[in-house]
């Protein structure tokens, strides 16, 4: 009896518990269901193409002679010719899709924000297509490698920091060949993307490691043949401070060490993230001379190089310079937005985000000297899920090429592989196109773009190129006119410190970080 | 007990009765719980190489660990946090605990009541941590409060960004998972044994101690074991809310994704385990958590 009492009850909770665990089962099941991305819509579209033919017709005349025995032998042999259409440059653009028929493709990487706008943008300019697009980040990438599960996608998104690891390392990832992209042409494709080294003059070595080692298979003998990662956009990371306590232009804030000035201990944050950090602090201690010259790379610090980063940074951390460490884009911008810090390093579009919630911000024009400006490029990766994809797979990879996805891009601050192509001028237009790239001003005095009494150095930080009206006309630059922060696109190349790489010894980077964090 | 033949077997057919309703669990704890913990430590004995591993057996990885001065910092600092988180639960959460099981009439009112603390819970977990920037903060509603009664002149830096922020913000989160064992344990408590302590002349609070704390010790102990291992493992608070705060996950998290070690974020994954494994076998010796159960 004694035995049985809590035998039974033992058996009662069993149960219960059983039948608790499958109704929490089915109805997670079908939570889950309703929470999944939706199956995507068959849809029937009909979509003309019309082709220019020439026709030739090639006809042999017989003269007739009167003879007893005509013979008459006409050959007619119509030829037809093609007109043979050159995708990707003027004015042919962009091909027309592989397939009309409702085509599904997956992509791994950010799901929210910019890239699935311009995933958005894609499915209404062809609405057979439906752009699958999921979260995977870096440890699910390495994951899905090392298990052969990356054929579970057809591109992933990528970026200089990865496809090393991805490609060299973990194995999984294979290259595609360039030329099935008809937009990958010399006179669409920025000089520094082209050839990077022949653009940074300043550390070529820096630009080979940084631009073409991650890119191509076979690194320079591979360029433009089979890329790892599909070379999309670029840009130069910087400083991001408030000027309501930093009183000073963009063109006064050129170094990193802005952000360890004892003006503004307690109130200076840098990232959370440690191959970074490291990457922006050996830029400015090498190119400022206080360590080096380095033994391999600015972009890629041996460990004794690394432990003098990090005594060098534990020394600013002791003395109370930082505030926080931000592990992303929203946590850094809500710090800005708080006030809780005035000066840290940034991403594109930390500022634009500050702006769009009313506090003034810019980006520091960072010297050479001091470290310069930290870049990286970001691109897609192919998996070859389905062979009979392929052909949408490229034709959305180009479409990423286009002057359309440029001027999306160029109001967010990036800048793509295209950007000096005759497409992404004229899906600019002038104004914009001159104020990204060639650091002219707006048309319209920055007053119009930000009313209300403030002086300029506010008014000009609180300036969103994604709300001013853009003219497609070629205008006159106003004197009173927003200038972009961040200088022309010729002066940020000139001034790249270091490219964001895979490091060789990410382990001493991550013990050094850790290091730091203790201290 | 009844000793008979007909008695034996429907001892030896409830035995399997209780292992068939044990089976399916079993199977899942197994598959999905202990299968990756053994993967993770057999990898943390294998060779490095990036993005992979070496198979074999090397103990590097734990010497790295165990020698390096900053992580047995982090070690300590962790174990000290988690402490201090549960510590800080019990205290706020066992006054609670003790008005819902022992000062509540009626069963519905406790169950509403512990639901409503169930609600905070209906917020993913990393909203309701970034949901606390613009409270803590220097502009934040606290250091507003705070100035506005004259306790401080100016904001203070002191709640955000500190040891202080994430302690406050893990006990807040996890207080909950004290409460419920230490409400069931004095549900489970017969309510006349006061009345007879008293009657036997034992003074309120010798009978609270010998009585009403002795009997909820189990879930006492139930309950710091939840607080400290889930405090152990959480990894996004600190990140968030601690500046320059780290704990050991973050570190496991750092291995993996910034320099694809697998084998040394394995070996810190597996003494995180091992130390957590530790303390709870501690407080398994306080008291007898089987009397939850029985």
Redesign the interface.
Known sequence: MTEEKPRRDFLKIGSAAVIAGIIAGVGGYYAGGAGAPAVPVTKTVTQTETETVTQTATKTVVTQTPTKTPTVTPTVTPTVTPEVITYGVYPNYQQPPPTTEPTLIKRAGISMGWPLETDTMFERNWSNYTIDAWTVDIGSLVGAGITGKSYEFDIYDDHSGLAGLLFDMVGGYKGFDIKNLPRWREENIAPVVWDPPSVLTQDPLMAEKGYIEPAWVGGREGMHKTAKCLWRFYNSDSVCYNPEFIERPPSEVNSWAEILNREWKGKASIQDIDVIVIAEWAAYLFRSGQIGPPEICVNDPTPTEINQIIDFLIDHKKAGQFKAFWPDLGFASSLHILREIVISDAWQPAVYFGREAGVPHYYGELDFSEGGYRCWYWGSGVTFREEKLMPSVYFLLDWKLSGEHQAFQTTLGYTDATYTSRESKEFCGPELYDWSFNGKKTYKPTEEAVPGEMPALIRNALFLPETYTWSKEKGTPDPEGNLRDGEDIKTRDSKTGTIQVFATYGTEITEGWKRFKAS | ?STSKSGRRSLSA?KR??WI??A??LAWFSIFLLAPVGFIIVISFFG?????YIPGFTLEHYARVIT?P??Q??LL?SVRLSLTVTALSLLIGYPVAYFIGMKMKGMVKKTLFLLLFLTPFWVEYSTRT?AW??VL????ILNRVLMGVGIISEPS?LF??SEFSVTMVMVLGYFLFMIFPIVFAMLEMDPTLLEQAEVLGASRWKAFYHVTFKVSLPGVVVGCIFVFVISMADFATP??LG????TMP??VV????????FP?ASAYATILVVVTMVVVMLLLRVADVRRLI?
């Not at chain 2, 750092?254 to 070690?261: D, G, K, L």
């Open positions: 007990m409830g009765l209780d309703l044990l399916p669990g490095f190489t990036p993005g992979g390096d900053s992580s910092t982090l600092f970034v920037l613009p903060g220097q502009g934040g830096a955000l960004f990140r968030v500046g320059a705060v780290m973050q570190v750092m291995q993996t994704t910034s320099a694809a070690n040394l029985y």
